[in-house]
Every structure is written in C-alpha cells, then in structure tokens.
C-alpha cells in the first residue's frame, strides 16, 4: 500500500448504470465494448490502460455508476455513444488487487483499515480509481487493478 498524487486525468469511455450487484458483471462487458471501439477514440495517452472511475458517497443522478474509460491527452470529437470525465488533481491511497473481480470488495477493506490506521481521511464525495493494463480479457472475473481510494 501507498500514497500517491495523481495530476488532472481527462477521460473517455463508458458509463455503466445498473444494480449494484451486477456491477461484477457489467463492468468486465463494458471494458470489451470500450477495447473494440478504441480505434475511435482520439488522443488516446496509453492504450493498453484502462481506468475505471466512480463516486462512493452520496451521489447525484449524474454522478452514479461507473465510468469504464482511457486517458486522453484532450477532448476531441467523443465517439457517439460514449462519454467524457474530468477528474482533478487528487491524493490517494493505492493498494493492488490481484483476483477474482468479485473479491475487489474484500481489498477494499484491507484498504480502509490501512487508511485509518495510518490516520488518513477518506474522501468520499469524490472520484475514485481503478486502473489496469489488463482489461478486455476473455477471463474477465480475474483481475489485476490498483485501487485508488482518494484521501487528504
């Protein structure tokens, strides 16, 4: 586990809205509908990284789901379908989570308690990352993601 900072990321890809169990599910479909219509997507900073984005606190109609997304080095012409998302320059606490997909809740704890531990505060009213450079796979459910919970 560690602390980073991340500088301002401008985003490009997929929203996912559903039930929250089915994220597990719908996250891993999303990555290969956003992997095959990479070619689309200008500007893209590194292709072979994919970064997931939510809100875990409270959250408006706008700001619920998840955004399964690539960096891009700026806007232009966002494919149809797709959508765009500006995170802001933020500190995290990062942790990685090697596994099942459905198992990333259980790396979450360990690292909340490590949050806590080392007397940080969660930011939750605010964007929080998953990035890999493995994504799109055929075995969607095993994944290797660092988990980037934002802190101050």
Same mark, same amino acid.
């Given at each position: ?7 301002? +990321? ?9 039930? $929250? ?35 875990? $606190? ?6 619920? $789901? ?15 379908? +797709?959508?765009? /998302?500006? =995170? ?15 198992? =990333? ?23 929080? /990352? ?5 994504? $799109? ?16």
């Amino acid at each position: 586990m560690r602390v980073t900072e991340l500088k301002e +990321m401008k985003l490009v890809g997929l929203r996912v809205v559903c039930e $929250g169990d089915q994220y597990v599910n719908e996250i891993p479909r999303a990555a290969i509908t956003l992997k095959n219509g990479l070619k689309e997507i200008k500007e893209v900073v590194t292709p072979t990284r994919l970064i997931g984005a939510f809100i875990v $606190g409270d959250f408006t109609d706008e700001e619920d $789901g998840y955004w399964v997304c690539v960096e891009v080095k700026q806007y232009n012409e966002i494919p149809v379908g +797709m959508v765009f /998302l500006t =995170i802001p320059p933020q500190k995290y606490a990062v942790i990685k989570h090697k596994g099942p997909n459905y198992k =990333i809740r259980d790396t979450y704890e360990v690292l909340h308690k490590w949050i806590d531990e080392n007397r940080f505060e969660r930011i939750v009213r605010s964007w929080h /990352l998953e990035i890999s450079d493995e994504w $799109g796979s055929n075995n969607s459910t095993e994944v290797e993601v660092e988990l980037h919970d934002t802190i101050k």
